[in-house]
């Protein structure tokens, strides 16, 4: 089920303070100490915090969350941030999607364009696009990861070289605040960096939760980037890197929670 707004709300809060208590967050929602123990067991059972004495911590950086879960985080951010990319792309447009539930999201909005080719890395996106007759849907060659469908490796790399398209539409698990884009596998970032090599415009797709996040592995840098859809960026220094690289930002605007 998707999460609710408090959901959202508390899992923002986690993360942006690191720690909260229970006491913090009946205040702040005015509901009962039990409500908000339900709304953390709820959360903790899904993945998304660590449940610790008297309240949260946010959830282990150290590995990525299950698929199903990161498709709920921040559902309506997506969904506008997906519509916004799918107004940027003419029709008959060659395109590269990479994997990541908002690529998902993406391919979704992408459904009533027509003549597009794409070429993807991420099996949901090639099972989204291919029972449309008006696209053509190339998909690379490589190890399938289990846990979301994903191609990667070597194998991804040098059958995606063999492209060159208008657009790259690609997602990242973090981003931290000097403008480094972070990932969690080393092989996906291997077909990451080859698909932006390899893209007239590379567009990224990116709600703010990936402001909060950290990853192991850099991809590379935001500067890479051509435009950049977000809900918000809050950070003053980030928008000053976005400002001096040239970077059409686009932010879709905030979802507000209860």
């Known amino acids: 089920m998707p999460l609710t ?20 967050l009946t205040t702040y929602f005015s509901v009962t100490p039990q409500t908000i123990r ?35 985080i921040s559902a309506d ?3 506008r941030i997906a519509k916004e990319i799918a107004g940027l792309i003419p029709e008959k447009s060659s395109i590269l999607l990479t994997i990541g539930t908002t690529t998902e999201a993406v391919a979704t909005a992408l459904e009533s364009h027509n003549n597009l080719l794409i070429i993807t890395n991420n099996i949901n996106v090639a099972n989204i696009m291919r029972v449309h007759p008006k696209f053509e849907v190339i998909i690379a060659s490589g190890v399938v990861r289990s846990s979301d469908g994903g191609i990667i490796g070597e194998s991804a790399s040098v059958s995606l070289n063999q492209f060159k398209v208008d657009y790259a539409i690609i997602s990242v698990s973090a981003i931290d605040e000097d403008g480094s884009l972070l990932d969690f596998d080393f092989r996906e970032v291997q077909v990451l960096q080859k698909i932006i090599q390899n ?14 996040r950290t990853a192991p592995v850099r991809i590379g840098h935001i500067s890479q980037v051509d435009t950049f859809v977000t809900d918000h960026i809050s950070s003053k220094s980030f928008k000053k890197i976005i400002q001096e690289a040239d970077i059409n930002l686009i932010e879709v605007g905030v979802v507000k929670g209860i």
Request: hydrophobic fraction near 30%.
């Open 5 to 24: 707004d408090r959901h959202e709300k508390i899992l923002e809060l986690v993360n942006n303070k690191r720690k909260v208590t229970v006491e913090e």
């Open 38 to 72: 339900k709304n953390l067991n709820d959360l903790s059972q899904k993945r998304l915090i660590q449940r610790i004495h008297g309240g949260a911590i946010p959830y282990s950086g150290t590995t990525n969350m299950e698929h199903e879960t990161r498709r709920l």
């Open 77 to 79: 951010k997506k969904y």
């Open 199 to 212: 893209a007239h415009h590379v567009i990224l797709a990116a709600d703010s939760t990936k402001f909060t």
